[in-house]
């Protein structure tokens, strides 16, 4: 399957996320031809273990994450970041954790917004929010290169591509930038060949970069 | 939402099963080769213990994984009066990185099997599976080239059918009413409810083997 880079906007030191930066964004897209197709959703949840001892919680792992993909409506991916393991599986997964009730969802979050195609390329820009709620946590957006399902080959294209995307967003001086940091994907046990385990991969680390920022912008305000 | 019944049968007489399940599915049986690992949740993980299986089909060239929930059985009088098991069932397939991730979830290894046999799969009122296999522990963990037989020359038998709560009554009929056929060699009902190997079988067999079966039992 065609590949796709996930970024996380990270706010310039002592500023937020808000809506206007996402409005600019998809402005942004737009003004380079990005033509808008559609609404896209992927789904976060992560889940927390079941103890009858809360100080044994240290045992369990607290970056356990499970994910749904637009693109895979079916399927469905659990991560644990620490232990570097992802699983593609079933949605019938889902039902099949729900019955053994040994992990809960603890908070659900959404990436949902707008895709654009432009040329061979498809964007995605999302908001961050938690499920039943508007506040905004932050910004994601997906470049997908569709004829090349290779990490290694698409790469110097995409990074050209990413330095166009970066001086048009640059113009509109925003309090913040896009970031793409790839996952180490081999220590993943996954190969060069793209998949949608690999998107599942890069969103768990945007999460942590997330989590990051917002903890690093809480203590500034402290 | 499954239904299942169970049965036994010498392995002498597979072969004679085979010949007459062959006659009344019309398809043909495909090789059955499942490591069957089951979980269960660590000490302190959940409010109640919980099970799960893995379940890795050797047969093919790239295992493929399953996971697998059974839940309770259903209950009340009208259950009981019922000759077949009904309860919750729920699977996914999984990659092959599924074991690793429950371990890291806190489960273990409660016990594991080989199942080594062949199934049928055929449409009769539902979608119908006949598993019939020799059931194999292993002396090591993991170690599948090492399994030995848990009932020497006993292998089991399951009829399975999918099912939902709206048409499980339907489902019970398909897989009871097949099950009568299979009546000369063994005797299938709920699990944990075995009466045995029959006394027809020895006869049935040898009918089914001298002629290929063509004789209607």
């Known amino acids: ?222 | 939402m499954e239904c299942v019944v169970q049965g036994i049968i010498e392995t002498q007489y597979v072969e004679a099963l085979e010949i007459l399940l062959q006659g009344l599915c019309g398809v043909h049986r495909q090789r059955l080769g499942v490591h069957e690992i089951c979980l269960k949740s660590g000490p302190n993980l959940g409010f109640v213990a919980s099970e799960v299986r893995l379940l890795c089909d050797i047969e093919q060239a790239e295992p493929t994984w399953t996971v697998k929930h059974v839940g309770g059985a259903m209950r009340g009088a009208g259950a009981e009066q019922i000759s077949v098991l009904v309860r919750s069932m729920v699977e996914s397939k999984a990659s092959k990185n599924v074991l690793r991730l429950f371990y890291a979830l806190g489960y273990k290894v409660d016990h594991e099997l080989l199942r080594v046999g062949f199934t049928f799969h055929f449409q009769r009122g539902a979608p119908i599976t006949v598993t019939v296999s020799s059931v194999n522990k292993m002396l090591k963990l993991h170690a599948t080239d090492e399994a030995v037989p848990v009932t020497p020359g006993i292998q089991l038998v399951e009829v399975t059918a999918p099912a939902t709560s709206e048409n499980y009554n339907e489902v019970v009929a398909a897989v009871s009413s097949f099950c009568e056929y299979l009546a000369p060699l063994l005797h299938l009902s709920k699990p944990g409810a075995s009466t045995g190997v029959v006394p027809t079988a020895a006869a049935a067999a040898a009918s089914l083997m001298s002629d290929g079966g063509g004789t209607t039992l």
């Open chain 1, 1 to 222: 399957m065609p590949l796709k880079w996930v970024f996380n906007w990270q706010p310039n030191a002592g500023s937020t996320v808000n809506s206007q930066i996402l409005n600019e964004v998809s402005q942004c897209v737009e003004s380079i031809n990005g033509v808008k197709e559609g609404r896209w959703k992927a789904t976060l949840t992560y889940y927390k273990p079941m103890l009858r001892d809360q100080a044994l919680a240290a045992e369990f792992p607290r970056d356990f994450l499970g994910i749904s993909l637009p693109e895979q409506p079916n399927k469905y991916y659990f991560i644990l970041r620490g232990h570097k393991i992802v699983l593609e599986a079933d949605s019938s997964i889902q039902l099949i954790m729900e019955k053994l009730q040994s992990y809960k969802s603890r908070v659900a979050l959404n990436f949902e917004g707008f895709q654009y195609q432009l040329g061979d390329f498809q964007l995605r820009v999302g908001k961050v929010v938690p499920t039943h709620s508007e506040n905004l946590r932050g910004i994601v957006m997906e470049v997908e290169y569709l004829p090349i399902s290779s990490l290694e080959k698409s790469r110097q294209l995409m990074e050209e591509f990413v330095d166009i995307w970066q001086d048009a967003v640059s113009k509109r001086s925003l309090p913040g930038h896009f970031l793409h940091i790839e996952p180490n994907f081999s220590d993943y046990g996954l190969a060069d060949h793209y998949t949608s385990q690999h998107t599942a991969v890069q969103y768990a680390h945007v999460m942590a970069q997330l989590i990051a920022s917002v903890q690093a912008g809480q203590a500034a305000r402290n």
